[in-house]
């Protein structure tokens, strides 16, 4: 009878373990998830940018440097590649 305890004990013990590694796991795949979505969501504001910027002579280079800004700061990493484009006139 005392081993039965035992075992239902452990079992309790590894199903909590597991749900608090799972928690723990999933939480970063959580952040990177979102900096991907951002990203490529950075991309297509970049193409949109580009394809107006078109008729206004203006460019924005889509790489992988632009949209991980765009996509780490969102509407405000657009306006900071628009704001350095114009200082630097590159």
């Known amino acids: 009878m005392y081993n ?4 239902i004990v452990a079992y309790v013990i590894g199903i ?4 608090l590694l799972g928690k723990f796991f999933s939480f970063p795949m959580k952040i ?3 900096l991907i979505f951002n990203s490529i969501l950075g991309g297509i504001i970049i193409l ?3 394809f107006v910027g078109k008729f ?3 460019s924005i ?3 992988p440097f632009t949209a991980f800004i765009v996509g780490t700061l969102g509407v405000p990493g ?4 628009v704001i350095l484009k114009y200082v630097f006139n590159v």
């Open 48 to 50: 949109i940018i580009n």
């Open 56 to 58: 206004l002579n203006f």
């Open 4 to 7: 039965d305890y035992n075992i």
């Open 16 to 19: 909590i373990i597991l749900f």
């Open 32 to 34: 990177a998830a979102k």
């Open 78 to 81: 657009v306006l900071l590649i």
């Open 61 to 63: 280079a889509l790489n």
